[in-house]
């Protein structure tokens, strides 16, 4: 595999204004007080999951003004228009069926791509190739090769790009991840990655499994793209895509963005990876099953340093979430908490409200002053929110909190993880030529076969 090189500051600057679009002239009453060469515009493609909510976090920045929408099933691409127009009181947002034509237009600056995994290459690409900087979800991409495929876009085609990975612009998470990396827990020995298992049914499909015809609202073959062509289930469609190895990759894949993420951010590790990865166990459905992604799994990851990272999803004693295991104690984050083996960490962290009754309860302190500097002397990225952060980062050409870059070195551990979950073996990786070592069947893994026309360019 090509070794992706880390794009110095300079390059974002030189490169990235050099690319920049030059965006058509409205009038200034749309943008309030935003004069129209401040202005951000941009297109969205995807209009499922994640769609609407990072559409509306946009459409809340008077920055940013959402001109064009793409999907391939007309009743999500009507919902998006109606969505933007209404918020804008007009009706100038223009729907697409194919995302290239949107991407083509010059007045266009950035795109937001919400799509199932089996897109996020191609669009990630086309968005770079037509100077378009990036909003992208999580995973990065499918699979490995893929992700190296949007970085290297990015890197030369000096883009702007934020993975959807947005517990790192959540306060509860820096403070936790700042915590590790400076040492106030020890030499890191563990780490401990909590994922989801099973499957849910975010469709709300219930027993729909046969095979039937297509909507005629739905262009199927251009929902399944570059995807292996398979009879249309309703079932495994719109958003359970991700319980389907054609389109998806289950739980692991689905949420290793999040907290492996934060576990390399505290880790110091967005530029590195596991040397080596083992399967531990696994469940799989049959391979013709409606969903075959894994209901449960777990892998043991192994750093250069010696820290052991265990990914699980269904195994009792991994919490959901990060937790970094050192020799002076360890640290504990969620969306839903944090905790910490140390009184005067944990303490550090917690505030005291009162009601009001004037009882004391014990909270989350996240939102309160920082830890001080004689205790956090490096400090991490700052974000004033993971939408805000993008735009910004538009602006400025400084990197995003989670580049490219990041985004897929926060992936590849669970990448490896279930290419040796399904290989039933160990295998090892070097993560400065990011190569499988002597172990062709797990290599081949790394990539997916195209389905024609489409083609994997970077």
């Known amino acids: 595999m090509k070794r992706i090189s880390r794009p110095t500051r300079r390059h974002f600057l030189q490169s990235g204004v050099a690319a920049l679009g030059f965006p058509a002239i409205v009038p200034s009453s749309v ?15 995807g209009w499922g ?46 729907a697409y069926a194919d995302y290239r034509e949107l991407m083509a237009r010059k007045d266009i600056d950035t795109v937001m791509l919400a799509l199932p995994d089996n897109w996020h290459a191609l669009t990630a690409i086309e968005a770079a190739k037509n100077g378009k900087d990036i909003y992208g979800e999580k995973p990065l991409a499918r699979t490995i090769a893929e992700q190296q495929a949007i970085v290297s876009a990015v890197q030369r085609f000096g883009r702007i790009f934020q993975t959807g990975s947005q517990q790192r612009s959540d306060n509860r998470f820096r ?9 106030l827990i020890g030499k ?36 399944i793209g570059p995807a292996k062509m398979q009879d249309y289930i309703e079932a495994r469609v719109h958003k359970n895509w991700r319980w389907d190895y054609n389109i998806g990759a289950g739980q692991l894949i689905d949420w290793i963005g999040h907290h492996c993420d934060i576990a390399h951010w505290g880790m110091g590790a967005d530029q590195t990876g596991p040397i080596e990865v083992t399967p531990i166990e696994a469940q799989f459905p049959p391979a013709d099953a409606v969903w075959n992604t894994a209901t449960k799994y777990r892998s043991e990851c192994k750093y250069a340093d010696g820290t052991v990272m265990t990914i699980a999803g269904g195994s009792p004693d991994i919490k959901m979430g990060t937790k970094w295991i050192g020799a002076d104690g360890w640290v504990w984050v969620d969306r839903g908490g944090f905790d910490a083996s140390r009184d005067d960490i944990r303490k550090a962290v ?21 830890l001080g500097d004689d205790v956090i002397k490096t400090r991490l990225y700052e974000t004033p929110g993971h939408h805000r952060n993008f735009l910004d980062s538009v602006k400025s050409r400084k990197p995003t909190v989670c580049p490219a870059e990041t985004g897929h070195r926060s992936a590849v551990p669970g990448h ?20 499988i ?19 994997l360019e970077a």
């Open 31 to 45: 943008f309030g007080q935003n004069a129209p060469s401040n202005r951000i515009t941009m297109g969205i493609v």
């Open 49 to 94: 999951m994640m769609g609407p909510g990072n559409a509306r976090n946009f459409l809340g920045q008077p920055d940013c003004q959402i001109v064009a929408a793409c999907d391939v099933d007309k009743r999500n691409l009507n919902a998006a228009v109606n969505t933007i127009n209404e918020s804008y009181k007009n009706t100038d947002c223009k």
């Open 175 to 183: 403070i936790a991840a700042e915590i590790v990396a400076n040492g």
């Open 188 to 223: 890191l020995k563990e780490v401990h990655v909590g994922l989801p298992s099973g499957h849910n049914d975010f469709a709300k499909t219930g027993d729909k499994t046969a095979v039937t015809p297509p909507p005629a609202e739905l262009d199927y073959d251009m929902w």
């Open 350 to 370: 917690k505030r005291r409200v009162k009601d009001k009754d004037g009882k004391e309860t014990i909270v989350d302190g996240f939102e309160a002053p920082k």
């Open 416 to 435: 490896l993880s279930l290419i040796a979950l399904q290989l039933n073996r160990p295998i090892k990786w070097d993560p400065e030529k990011e190569q």
């Open 437 to 455: 070592l002597n172990d062709p069947e797990a290599t081949a893994k790394l990539g997916r076969e195209y389905r024609g026309p489409w083609k």
